[in-house]
């Protein structure tokens, strides 16, 4: 998924599938999809400096969280153990590792990859991408 950032207001909005533009809270900056089948999007503001469009891993977004266990069996006393938090935590850096593996296309996944940016996160610069360009 796409989703613009802008730095006066700080407000995060995600794009619609539908191509209909969205914009910030405070009107300054609008990005849309042109294909979101693709995830190709446009971005625009008056002043470039304040607009950012994030590219974030819908996998590791909406399927990441229910991979992480909560609690094992414990085969001696047949019990549900609760996991420390310290495996919690491992496990959710596991999540984090496992959404920058990506193939080699097409190019505009491979940005989150561990030998490019290495998060699932990736912000990005309209015309440095092929998916994403100043409207
Ligand atoms: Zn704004």
């Known amino acids: 998924m796409k989703a613009l950032h802008c730095r006066v207001c700080n407000s995060l ?6 191509g209909e533009p969205t914009t910030c ?12 089948d693709n995830g190709l999007a446009c971005i ?6 304040v607009a950012h ?6 996998a590791w977004i909406n399927d ?3 991979l992480i266990p909560t609690a094992y069996l414990d085969m001696t006393t047949q019990k549900q153990i609760p996991y420390t938090q310290e495996q919690l935590d491992s496990f959710w850096r596991e999540l984090h590792a496992q ?3 990506m193939p080699r296309a097409p190019e505009h996944i491979r940005v989150w990859d561990q030998s490019r ?11 440095q991408s092929v998916d994403a360009q100043w409207g």
């Open 13 to 18: 909005h995600s794009l619609k599938d539908s």
């Open 99 to 101: 959404g920058t593996i």
């Open 25 to 36: 809270d405070c009107g300054r900056v609008t990005a849309w999809y042109t294909n979101a």
């Open 44 to 49: 625009t503001a008056e002043d470039h400096d």
């Open 53 to 58: 469009l994030l590219s974030i891993n819908n």
């Open 64 to 66: 990441g969280p229910d």
């Open 117 to 127: 940016r290495g998060c699932p996160v990736a912000i990005l610069t309209p015309g």
